[in-house]
């Protein structure tokens, strides 16, 4: 037993009829944050209302033994909700059934997407699996989007999946349904349907047609902080629990999830599990998107250059935790359009206590990943408030230049930083053919998926970006924090 003596342990299982459960649900990505979000949502709401919503776990390339394991615990995993004082273990009941495209054929594949029960399709496929060219609209140079469009039968992208599955689906008439999106991303159900509606209409004008008549797409926002898990979280756990399986998983006890009321063909009684139906879901997504997530990747990049494992490592260095919280407080909140009665202030605290907290071991490394697709929406967004508002952004600006910092590759103790992102190689020969300076800062600004070529040639935001990016290197990370607070 790894754990501490002091941690408060309680456990939930399933106690409604899993056998009435039918493939109504179909999540492609399920990894972990779908294990510890949209599962454990219909979790709690079969557990209220019982009824016959169950998920089909899809996973499209890697995962597929987590799947087979899956398949054979009978579809039940366990997930800690863990922080300093307490953990939940509980086993979720709601998905029942899996599928690869690995482990069975092409139309055992696609059954679920014919079949009348079906009525969400959902995702979770991170930023880059939208294949967006950086404005939310379909990237056909994509070499995997091209070849999708010339194979749809093996379609390997999200995008193509469900649009060979929605083609099926029109063909045997059982009529539409709604595709939700649960990543990251600012109207995420807006970017869903440009997407899968170009790449149809790429194929066959009469089923984008279709598409536009019979499948929604509403816009969520997700909330809940689940490390990749490591294996020190297993040995959490497994000590806890007497065991743990391959999708066992870690996160924090907070969740939210605020989701557009927009489904064709029904939905379960979320809210009985704590979701929020609203209207109009992009005040909350801009909110989560540049306070938690801008905040996230702040910390990740000026963090693991000063050589932090972990977030909460982070949230130990003083100076670290009060610029987040001054990027938040002086930086995001006067960006953002609330509800009334929205305390963002104090959204902005319950954020660094979440920060703080050390079972979940989230590296930053892991956030830092993916940089080019996150920054627009975490940081480049609130920086064009400011520039057009003519309101400071010094934070922001020591976050843009972080990440680019970051790209090269080494933190401020010589130790490698690992560059995970789909423009990794490009990102690398600039590095390579840039000497470190402005000259590198100008290339990156360069990359125009990223910085949108007004901003990228913008003097106002050029120039400050350079003398950020200078402090970072020499003297580097503190003082460059220090500035912060003059
Ligand atoms: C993180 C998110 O990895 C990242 O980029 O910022 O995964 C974050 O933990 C979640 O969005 C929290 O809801």
């Known amino acids: 037993m790894t754990d501490q003596p002091s941690t408060a342990v309680s456990f939930c299982r399933p106690a409604y009829d899993r056998d009435r459960l039918k493939t109504r649900l179909l999540h492609i990505g399920f990894g972990a944050f779908a294990r510890a979000h949209l599962a454990v949502y219909l979790d709690a709401t079969l557990a209220k209302t019982a009824g016959d919503w169950g998920i089909c776990a899809v996973r499209l390339h890697s995962g597929a033994d987590e799947l087979a394991a899956l398949e054979k615990a009978g579809c039940l995993y366990q ?51 939208y294949c967006t060219d ?64 170009a790449f149809a209409g790429l194929k066959d004008a009469d089923l984008a047609q279709w598409i536009a008549h019979n499948v929604t797409f509403p816009s969520t926002m997700v909330d809940r902080i689940v490390p990749a898990l490591t294996k020190q979280a297993e040995e959490y756990i497994a000590g806890l629990a007497g065991g743990s399986g391959a999708n066992d998983i870690v996160c924090e006890p907070f969740r939210q999830w605020v989701i557009e009321d927009n489904f064709i063909a029904g939905r379960p009684d979320f809210d009985l599990a704590g979701a929020q139906f609203v209207e109009n879901v ?14 996230h990747s702040f910390l990740a990049y000026l963090g693991a250059l000063a050589g932090y494992e972990t977030v909460s490592d982070c949230m130990k260095d003083k100076q670290l935790r009060g610029a987040a919280r ?142 950020a990016y200078q402090r970072l290197r020499q003297p580097g990370v503190h003082a460059a924090l220090a500035d912060l607070e003059n």
């Not at 009525?119 to 880059?128: A, D």
């Open 282 to 295: 992009a005040p909350f997504e801009d909110m989560k998107l540049r306070m938690l997530n801008g905040s």
């Open 134 to 197: 950086g404005r939310g609209n379909l990237d056909i140079e994509n070499p995997a989007i091209q070849r999708d469009l010339r194979d749809a039968a093996v379609a390997q992208t999200a995008v193509g999946v469900i649009v060979e599955g929605l083609r099926r689906r029109r063909a045997t008439g059982v009529g539409g349904l709604s595709v939700m999106s649960c990543d990251n991303l600012p109207e995420n159900g807006q970017t869903t349907q440009n997407v899968i509606c």
């Open 326 to 467: 001054a990027l938040m407080v002086r930086e995001q909140i006067p960006t953002l359009s609330m509800p009334e009665g929205t305390d963002l202030e104090a959204y902005a605290d319950d954020l660094l206590k979440r920060f703080e907290n050390t079972r979940l071991k989230h590296k930053t490394t892991q956030i830092a990943s993916d940089g080019s697709q996150k920054l627009p929406q975490r940081m480049l967004n609130s920086i064009n408030h400011h520039l057009r508002h003519g309101t400071p952004w010094h934070a922001l600006c020591l976050g843009v230049a972080a990440w680019m910092a970051y790209a090269r590759g080494q933190d401020e103790n010589g130790a490698a930083l690992p560059l995970a992102d789909p423009l990794a190689q490009r990102i690398r020969s600039i590095v390579a053919d840039q000497a470190d300076g402005p000259d590198y800062v100008r290339a990156m600004l360069q990359l125009d998926t990223v910085f949108p070529v007004q901003l990228a040639n913008d003097p106002g935001f050029q120039q400050p970006l350079i003398t």
């Open 79 to 129: 997930l800690a909700e863990a922080d300093d004082d307490s953990a939940t273990i509980r086993t979720i009941g709601a998905v029942c059934a899996t599928l690869h495209p690995k482990t069975t054929d092409v139309e055992a594949f696609y059954a679920p997407f014919v079949s009348a029960d079906l009525s969400i399709i959902s995702l979770t496929v991170t930023e880059k699996g």
